[in-house]
């Protein structure tokens, strides 16, 4: 018996199952839904952005990962074998990009678990769960001050005036710790201080600057790690 093929048939496939399979409304409403969680991760991150260097590319990205995430999210939530392939395909993925600060990495691993959840239909939970996020962001970032903590480098050739050293800082920061001390071969010494000042009060380095043998006195910002 000669089969025949006709039209119909040849679009009868597991493509087009999947295609009739896939609902608009559903899509749309998590899209929209990682959408707006985007926004306003957006807006929490410039908020509360307390560095020098806004980046605004890369608080765009967040609501694009958002997103993303979610129609990653949507597209493997019904089918095993697509999710395979796609741990499998995404795990070739390297990401040169470099995280400087940790909040910025917090925001991230935000992002993707909001486009997780808005993909995977959990609407009342990312949404409840964002706003709870943004909120603890807000209140801990900007309404609680934080002593920064700065390094003091300090150049000298005269082992003398160490004391007159720890004088002045003592009198003038709130806590005070040597983290290094190096002696040159022409006789230089270098001495770092990890200090906290007084209510951002730095005029006392202009009195340890007027220091008799001391050739320089620099402050840098701190982060907390020290390679000596």
């Known amino acids: 018996m000669e089969s025949l093929t006709n039209f119909s048939d040849i679009f009868k496939s597991s493509f087009m199952e999947k295609t009739t399979s896939f609902s608009l409304t559903d899509s749309l409403i998590g ?10 991760i957006y807006a929490v991150y410039k908020k509360t952005f307390s560095g020098v260097v806004y980046s605004h590319s890369f608080n765009v990205s967040l609501i694009i990962m958002t997103m993303a995430t979610a129609l990653i999210i949507m597209g493997i939530s019904s089918n095993v074998l697509l999710s395979l392939g796609m741990v499998g395909a995404l795990s070739i993925v390297r990401f040169r990009t470099p995280i400087k600060d940790p909040m910025d990495l917090v925001y991230l691993f935000w992002a993707i678990v909001s486009g997780i959840l808005a993909g995977a239909g959990f609407i009342p939970l990312v949404i409840l769960g964002s706003i709870l996020i943004g909120l603890v962001m807000i209140l801990f970032i900007n309404k609680i001050s934080v002593e920064n903590p700065y390094l003091l480098v300090i150049k000298y050739s005269d082992p003398s005036i160490e004391k007159s050293l720890e004088h002045i800082i003592k009198q003038n920061v709130s806590k005070h710790a040597v983290k290094s001390k190096s002696a040159m071969p022409n006789y230089d010494l270098e001495i770092t201080y990890e200090i906290r000042v007084k209510e951002q009060d730095t005029q006392f380095i202009n009195s340890i600057s007027d ?4 050739k320089s006195a620099i402050m840098l910002s701190y982060d907390g790690n020290f390679t000596a």
Do not use: A, C, H, P
């Not at 899209?31 to 306003?40: E, K, N, Q, R």
């Not at 220091?211 to 001391?214: A, D, F, L, R």
């Open 211 to 214: 220091i008799e043998s001391v």
């Open 31 to 40: 899209l929209t839904v990682s959408f707006i969680i985007g926004l306003f």
